[in-house]
Nanobody
């Protein structure tokens, strides 16, 4: 069983910043594509950003220029720096790690942006 451990959610005012982290086992960190999805109440889960094992990034249009994903190889951690947060960014954020045949999710962390 692969466990993805998330941290860093919370409550912030609009315009503020938060940093999410997702730690993965060393056995998958360097070979899996990793990223973040989010799900707001009453909405489907959507991609926020994906970072492939080769370094390619794919950001949702709604977060481009505000969110930045990065890898910390020493800590087997993927970080999501979220700046200029908006109320519409409010959601549960889920870490994801996958290959073509494997797909793993974190437990989710709540991000709430007040107006």
């Amino acid at each position: 069983q692969v466990q993805l451990v998330e941290s860093g959610g919370g409550l912030v005012q609009a315009g503020g910043s938060l940093r999410l982290s997702c730690q993965a086992p060393g056995s998958i960190f360097h070979i899996y594509d990793m990223g973040w999805y989010r799900q707001a109440p009453g909405k489907q889960r959507e991609l926020v950003v994906m970072l492939t094992s080769s370094g390619y990034t794919n950001y949702a249009d709604s977060v481009k220029g505000r969110f930045t994903i990065s890898r910390d190889n020493a800590k087997n951690t993927v970080n999501l720096q979220m700046n200029s947060l908006k109320p519409e960014d409010t959601a549960v954020y889920y870490c994801n790690a996958h290959t073509l045949i494997r797909n793993y999710w974190g437990q989710g962390t709540q991000v709430t942006v007040s107006s």
